[in-house]
């Protein structure tokens, strides 16, 4: 739960997680992100609420000429790729999840659900990507523009998952040519983006295809036409 508060006339923003788990990841992430000034200031935490600054710019959703903002953010997700915390992550189990949804939701047959679950573990197997801290959701309403300067305002949208899912969910907020270079070059600038080849490029792909595919069945969501390509997209992959 996300909700500005007022006191005293000043804004504030209450957060409260499900449980104490997530609490303490987000606590722990946040103490070792504080020293980079890139996420509104945490006033004060009891279990699982917490009230953070309330930060009065505006969404980054239109990336100005400068291309400024999408340095920041670049270098915002190879800050967070670096860090080290004692969370884990069933990715695996994730996985295997979201394709039971997708089943479940009609959207693929038991054989195809068997190809795409061969096909994750074989590639991940060749690939071996890393399990870091991601940014996952790496759009413009989790990003505030205050004084020229870049905040990450969703820190409970920070967890642990393959390194570079940040990266592929930034394409569909940086469409062209000019954005997506300016983005390596300054996540590349902070951390080294050489890792993201094009196999491990399109195994990510792939992956996030099929959780996202999954989330939107879940909540209910219409079936869109993006969704449909982002389906055929996947088994193609899974099939070629």
């Known amino acids: 739960m996300t909700k500005l508060v007022e006191y005293n006339g000043k804004k504030y923003v209450l957060r409260k997680f499900k449980t104490k788990r997530k609490s303490?990841?987000?606590?722990?992430i946040y103490k070792k992100l504080e020293k980079f000034g890139i996420l509104p200031k945490l006033y004060y935490r009891r279990g699982n609420n917490f009230i953070f600054e309330f930060i009065p710019g505006r969404e980054c959703k239109k990336p100005p000429e400068?291309?400024?903002?999408?340095?920041?953010?670049?270098?915002?997700?190879?800050?967070?790729?670096?860090?080290?915390?004692?969370?884990?992550?069933?990715?695996?189990g994730s996985f295997r999840k979201a394709?039971?949804?997708?089943?479940?939701?009609?959207?693929?047959?038991?054989?195809?659900?068997?190809?795409?679950?061969?096909?994750?573990?074989?590639?991940?197997?060749?690939?071996?990507?890393?399990l870091v801290l991601e940014v996952w959701d790496v759009h413009s309403g989790n990003f505030i523009l205050y004084k020229k300067k870049v905040y990450l305002v969703d820190v409970g949208g920070i967890r642990v998952?393959?390194?570079?899912?940040g990266i592929i969910k930034s394409l569909s907020w940086f469409k062209t040519g000019?954005?997506?270079?300016?983005?390596?070059?300054?996540?590349?600038?902070?951390?080294?983006?050489?890792?993201?080849?094009?196999?491990?490029t399109n195994f990510l792909i792939f992956y996030y295809y099929i959780n996202s595919l999954s989330e939107r069945i879940l909540k209910n969501k219409e079936w869109?036409?993006?969704?449909?390509?982002?389906?055929?997209?996947?088994?193609?992959?899974a099939y070629s």
């Not at 291309?67 to 695996?92: G, M, R, T």
């Not at 000019?178 to 983006?193: C, E, G, L, N």
């Open 224 to 237: 869109e036409k993006s969704s449909k390509e982002r389906l055929t997209k996947a088994l193609a992959y």
């Open 99 to 130: 394709l039971n949804v997708i089943l479940k939701g009609k959207k693929i047959s038991p054989k195809q659900l068997v190809v795409l679950k061969k096909v994750y573990f074989t590639k991940k197997e060749e690939i071996r990507p890393s």
């Open 24 to 28: 303490d990841q987000v606590y722990e």
């Open 66 to 92: 400068n291309l400024d903002v999408i340095k920041q953010v670049a270098k915002i997700c190879a800050i967070v790729n670096k860090l080290k915390v004692n969370s884990v992550s069933d990715v695996d």
């Open 161 to 165: 998952d393959y390194k570079g899912l």
């Open 178 to 200: 000019k954005q997506r270079s300016t983005f390596r070059k300054s996540y590349d600038s902070v951390a080294s983006i050489k890792y993201m080849d094009e196999d491990y």
